[in-house]
């Protein structure tokens, strides 16, 4: 999938096309950094240890809420821990991770008091199942909105 993005977005822009794997986590956050017009295709272990300050870094595109695969040992082990003592796995362990590892990838966004910008969740379960509240509610205070074009006017501006 990232892979095919970052080819349609070579196809379709002018802008430089970065994509995690084509060369070391180091190179390519020196090169995004230092390439002002460049979008950066990478996956969530980009979240850890990176630190784009002003404007080199606007936006930030989650394709999905960041729970753990449950067929992941330890998760699995955790959860049949917590069933054994009567617990909901899924609020009481997976949930909040997942609150926890999508407010690390948010963060990722504004680094200093003078950075701005956008983050885009596509995960439609933000709104469609009950526990979206919780992750929304765990962001920081900003406007939402859902309209594309507001984000666009928004980016432009900046």
């Excluded at 595109?61 to 959860?79: N, Q, S, V």
């Excluded at 049949?80 to 407010?103: M, S």
Aim: charge should be neutral.
């Amino acid at each position: 999938m990232m892979r095919g993005l970052a080819e349609y977005f070579r196809e379709t822009s002018h802008l430089s096309i970065l994509l995690q794997g084509e060369t070391s986590k180091g190179k390519l956050l020196e090169q995004f950094i230092k390439e002002t017009h460049s979008v950066l295709v990478a996956t969530s272990s980009f979240w850890e240890g990176v630190d784009v300050r002003g404007d080199a870094l606007s936006l930030v595109i989650i394709d999905k809420l960041p729970f753990t695969a449950p067929d992941e040992p330890l998760l699995k082990a955790r959860i049949e821990d917590c069933r054994l003592q009567g617990g909901d796995p899924f609020n009481d362990i997976q949930i909040p991770e997942a609150v926890i590892t999508l407010k690390q990838g948010v963060g990722r966004l504004i680094r200093d008091i003078t950075d701005r910008g956008v983050v885009i969740i596509c995960d439609n379960r933000l709104v469609m199942r009950n526990y979206g509240e919780t992750f929304l509610k765990s962001l920081p205070n900003s406007s939402r909105t859902r309209d594309l074009n507001k984000v666009i006017q928004f980016l432009q501006n900046k």
